[in-house]
């Protein structure tokens, strides 16, 4: 019999990526591209949705040119997505808007207002959400409501990214568990739209797509979409999972003990929960996750290697010519920088909070900062300082974990982030556990494509897709030399912290 394959597609924040994945668990290639935002001001984050699809009609071309797998052995595919970013359509399916990305902060008044009518114990019970903030789709609603009203009455589906694309890939509009948990009108318990919270947004369930478990087929491909794609007209559709959870299931992360931690714009850690976790006073988010019946808390913060992105962009034209000329990474190049300088950065000290503090400040209002500059402090010293400050984010959520009794025996590093052996064991150093490192980085795209194959019935379930797919690749141990040392210049992060908060 012929080999069957799946896809597993990733829309990013900056990049789309992909992989083709065959029934034996092997990654047959994958293929990625990047794209811009576009930011005004300090609020106003926004792309044009049509980039996504082009980005989707793209990567699948590719992969398909490379591997030369003809098109009808490609069993199925699914999607993982960045949550939050909302598009607009129109009773034909067009956008009417450019999408509003999720680190876009326009909503902030919207968010204090919502404050001042909701309970945080109301929110949390319902949503699993800790705190109202800019960030949440059920915001940007409130927006256009209140400031594009002839747009909002236009609106005939509030759509994410995946819905989306779903959409234009069948016809149908379909969404899924873990995608519209944090939106902030979904019932997270009850698995359900939020009715109270739609009426005082002023839309109604007819306006949200349909929403389905992780891994569930949705139909075939449309023809339109199929003759787009190259991709034959018997290619199954299935619900993929926002990408934290999709990147749990990608890298292994699916028993207790392990937690995921993805650094890639953002920086996200996924603890899967048997129940939910909706205590009064709680901190961290809970959100269903694309394990049936299971959830996960996600301490995360906004920018993590949006950070380092923002400084090879702006200060390090030097070393992305070099890279060019040598085909090297640039990444790599500045990880090499990074790699001469002793724990500590000689004194600097970052926080790397450009667009806002995640858990478990959640200050919108707080912005980077470096400490500590002196003469004698060189570029490399900066991109160390930027990738400690990364790993000082990740500490303080594993902190909060163990307060809370839950257990943290292993950390999986996933994303763009865990291809710098250097980050990952400067992380472990900071942390004091150990960060494992998986042959494919990408482990979203690989958590969508065993959803893809789980949901097409090529794996029985996702524990034996994880056996067959997930590959261990490095273990980085933590040093207690340097880990002593990063105690110290941990304590001085916070310290920097809470000395600034009254700044904001």
């Known amino acids: 019999m012929k080999k069957q394959f799946v896809l597993g597609l990733d829309a990013g924040t900056t990049a789309f990526k992909g992989i083709l994945v065959s029934e034996d668990g092997r990654i047959i290639n994958a293929a990625s591209r990047e794209y811009s935002l576009n930011f005004r001001g300090n609020d106003i984050v926004e792309i044009d949705p049509e980039v996504y699809w082009e980005s989707t009609v793209g990567i699948i071309r590719q992969l398909l040119a490379e591997s030369n797998i003809p098109p009808e052995d490609i069993k199925a595919l699914a999607f993982s997505s960045q949550g939050e970013t909302m598009v607009c359509v129109d009773d034909k399916g067009k956008p009417l808007r450019n999408a509003i990305v999720w680190m876009d902060n326009r909503?902030?008044?919207?968010?204090?207002?919502?404050?001042?009518?909701?309970?945080?114990?109301a929110i949390l019970?319902?949503?699993?959400?800790?705190?109202i903030l800019p960030l949440w789709p059920a915001t940007r609603i409130k927006w256009l409501r209140d400031r594009e009203t002839e747009i909002f009455k236009k609106v005939h589906k509030f759509l994410l990214v995946a819905d989306y694309l779903l959409y234009r890939l069948t016809?149908?509009?379909?969404?899924e568990q873990s995608l519209v948990s944090s939106?902030?009108?979904?019932?997270?318990?009850?698995?359900?739209y939020w009715e109270d919270m739609m009426d005082y947004l002023g839309i109604d369930a007819g306006q949200l797509p349909a929403v389905h478990p992780s891994g569930t087929s949705i139909g075939k491909i449309s023809s339109a979409a199929a003759r787009e794609t190259g991709?034959?007209?018997?290619?199954?559709?299935?619900?993929?999972?926002?990408?934290?959870?999709?990147?749990?299931?990608?890298?292994?992360?699916?028993?207790?003990g392990t937690i995921s931690?993805?650094?890639?714009?953002?920086?996200?850690?996924?603890?899967?929960?048997?129940?939910?976790?909706?205590?009064?006073n709680q901190i961290l988010p809970c959100q269903c996750h694309a394990l049936s019946g299971k959830y996960f808390l996600l301490p995360y913060g906004q920018t993590a290697g949006m950070v380092l992105k923002w400084f090879r962009d702006v200060f390090c034209e030097e070393e992305v010519k070099l890279a060019d000329q040598t085909g090297e990474n640039p990444y790599q190049l500045l990880g090499s920088l990074a790699g001469k300088i002793s724990p500590g950065a000689e004194g600097l000290i970052m926080l790397p909070h450009l667009m806002g503090a995640g858990s478990p400040e959640f200050d919108v209002r707080v912005k980077g900062v470096f400490a500590g500059i002196s003469p004698g402090l060189g570029k490399a010293h900066f991109i160390r300082a930027i990738m400690e400050s990364v790993a000082f984010m990740v500490r303080r959520n594993i902190t909060l974990l163990r307060e809370s009794g839950i257990s943290v025996s292993e950390i999986r590093?996933?994303?763009?982030?865990?291809?710098?052996?250097?980050?990952?064991q400067i992380k472990a150093d900071v942390t004091g556990v150990p960060y494992i490192t998986l042959e494919s980085a990408e482990s979203a795209c690989l958590g969508a494509a065993i959803l893809a194959g789980?949901?097409?019935?090529?794996?029985?379930?996702?524990?034996?897709?994880c056996d067959r797919v997930v590959k261990v690749k490095d273990r980085f141990l933590p040093d207690q030399g340097k880990s002593a040392v990063y105690d110290q210049v941990y304590t001085r992060y916070i310290s920097l912290y809470d000395h600034l908060s009254g700044y904001w």
């Open 107 to 121: 909503s902030v008044s919207e968010a204090e207002a919502m404050k001042k009518d909701w309970s945080a114990q």
């Open 125 to 131: 019970q319902k949503t699993g959400q800790t705190e």
């Open 171 to 175: 016809g149908t509009y379909a969404s």
């Open 183 to 192: 939106t902030l009108y979904y019932d997270i318990v009850n698995k359900c």
């Open 231 to 256: 991709l034959s007209g018997d290619t199954m559709i299935v619900t993929g999972a926002y990408d934290h959870p999709a990147g749990a299931i990608g890298s292994g992360n699916i028993q207790a």
């Open 261 to 280: 931690e993805t650094t890639g714009t953002a920086m996200a850690m996924c603890v899967t929960l048997d129940e939910p976790m909706l205590e009064e």
């Open 413 to 424: 590093a996933l994303g763009g982030g865990a291809r710098s052996g250097l980050w990952n």
């Open 454 to 465: 789980t949901g097409c019935g090529i794996w029985t379930d996702i524990g034996q897709a």
